[in-house]
């Protein structure tokens, strides 16, 4: 009898970064500020809120692109935020988590052989999407220490094959956020184009100091052309409910539907109900941005005492710390050896990019008790 064998669609993929340094933290008793995730509760009253749909027996399929009433909110809120129209019904699809609406944006759109322009680094599932959907991933460094977008590089990177432009504002693991120029520079890079964006929008509401979150819904031109993934998890610290939505068009959107049937067809139903009660509450996004750069400050005040130095981080969870002139170690062995030495964990930046990195960068999660910080650092001052 023959023996079984696959052959991988990802052979060069492994486990995630995120959980084998979750792991190693684990192990060694460590403090997580690698993984993305709070250490606090969240707000008790949307929990109480998703306790009461259960209740009310809400606990059954919602329709398959998401409860209505859910739906209608969400464009009320991109109407006030953004100025832009959005039809709920045939332009909005509530997701499993802003992760699964980014592959099935990938996998609507993406045929053998077409080119994604990704910028490195890379949150990690963008490039394993697009390949396992026979795309090409073109990889474009952004610019360090700044992490800005070339975008002359970026010009000389289009081809007939260009399909799909990737962005992420605030960036996942940089902190750095679109800027007007930006917008202007891509705006004349797919005026009168067939390429495609995807948005990774995740992060839209945790952004500092003052600055504005360029979206793609702002912008009737651009959003023509996109498809737009939010979070619910990261706006209301809740990552394990792992729901999210995707913004586009009405014509992307059929085709996304057409996918997304198939392998979710309906999502969380008691917390899209609570949702939907709860987004009324503006100021608990409108405030967020206010309140994680608090944490951001704090965290930087305390990383003084140690001998690490900050680079920028206008917005996310994130903010990337250097060890040139401290350290010769990779960033991956360094990441390792703090683990395991002074108990704490973080990411090496090195894992957001394919092929070898060493701008000596780590990256710590800051969104965290004021009391895990402080312990954190305690720690890290005996670094050397």
């Given amino acids: 009898m023959p023996s079984l064998s696959i052959h991988s669609k990802l052979p060069l993929v492994g486990t995630t970064i995120?959980?084998?340094?979750?792991?190693?933290?684990?192990?060694?008793?460590?403090?997580?500020?690698?993984?993305?995730?709070?250490?606090?509760?969240?707000?008790?009253?949307?929990i109480g809120l998703v306790?009461?749909?259960?209740?009310?027996?809400?606990?059954?399929?919602?329709?398959?692109?998401?409860?209505?009433l859910l739906r209608e909110r969400l464009a009320e809120k991109i109407e006030n935020l953004y100025a832009a129209t959005v039809p709920p019904d045939t332009e909005i699809t509530i997701t499993p988590g802003g992760t699964y609406a980014i592959y099935t944006a990938l996998?609507?759109?993406?045929?053998?052989?077409?080119?994604?322009?990704?910028?490195?680094?890379?949150?990690?599932?963008?490039?394993?999407?697009?390949?396992?959907?026979?795309?090409?991933?073109?990889?474009?460094?952004?610019?360090?220490?700044?992490?800005?977008?070339?975008?002359?590089?970026?010009?000389?990177?289009?081809?007939?094959?260009?399909?799909?432009?990737?962005?992420?504002?605030?960036h996942n693991p940089t902190g750095m956020v679109l800027s007007s120029d930006d917008i202007e520079q891509l705006h004349s890079i797919v005026r009168n184009t067939g390429i495609f964006i995807l948005s990774d929008e995740v992060y839209e509401h945790l952004i500092f100091d003052d600055l504005p979150h360029e979206s793609m819904l702002r912008y009737p031109d651009l959003r023509e052309r996109s498809f737009v993934c939010f979070s619910f998890g990261k706006t209301y610290h809740c990552t394990g409910w792992k729901l999210g939505?995707?913004?586009?068009?009405?014509?992307?959107?059929k085709e996304f539907r057409k996918v997304h049937q198939f392998n979710c067809f309906s999502c969380n139903s008691p917390v899209q109900y609570a949702l939907a009660n709860f987004i009324q509450q503006k100021e608990q996004y409108l405030q967020l941005g206010?309140?994680?750069?608090?944490?951001?400050?704090?965290?930087?005040?305390?990383?003084?005492?140690?001998?690490?130095?900050?680079?920028?981080?206008?917005?996310?969870?994130?903010q990337l710390y250097s060890y040139a002139g401290i350290s010769e170690e990779t960033e991956m062995d360094l990441a390792i050896r703090i683990t395991k030495q002074f108990r704490v964990?973080?990411?090496?930046?090195?894992?957001?990019?394919?092929?070898?990195?060493?701008?000596?960068?780590?990256?710590?999660?800051?969104?965290?008790?004021?009391?895990?910080?402080?312990?954190?650092?305690?720690?890290?001052?005996?670094?050397?």
């Fill in 51 to 68: 306790n009461e749909a259960m209740k009310k027996g809400n606990n059954q399929y919602v329709h398959m692109n998401g409860l209505a």
């Fill in 18 to 46: 995120f959980t084998r340094m979750s792991v190693l933290a684990a192990e060694h008793n460590a403090i997580n500020l690698g993984q993305g995730f709070p250490d606090f509760m969240m707000n008790a009253g949307l």
């Fill in 245 to 253: 939505y995707c913004v586009a068009p009405d014509a992307l959107m």
């Fill in 290 to 318: 206010a309140a994680v750069q608090q944490k951001r400050d704090f965290f930087q005040l305390l990383m003084q005492q140690t001998k690490f130095k900050a680079l920028p981080s206008h917005g996310s969870y994130f």
């Fill in 345 to 384: 964990a973080t990411i090496p930046v090195s894992a957001f990019y394919t092929k070898e990195k060493n701008d000596k960068v780590l990256r710590f999660c800051f969104v965290k008790k004021e009391a895990t910080l402080e312990e954190a650092v305690n720690r890290l001052i005996k670094f050397s």
């Fill in 107 to 170: 996998t609507t759109i993406l045929q053998p052989g077409d080119e994604v322009i990704v910028f490195e680094p890379a949150y990690d599932s963008y490039i394993p999407n697009i390949l396992i959907n026979g795309g090409v991933p073109v990889l474009i460094p952004l610019s360090y220490p700044s992490y800005s977008i070339n975008w002359l590089l970026v010009k000389k990177s289009i081809t007939p094959k260009t399909k799909m432009i990737m962005l992420n504002s605030p």
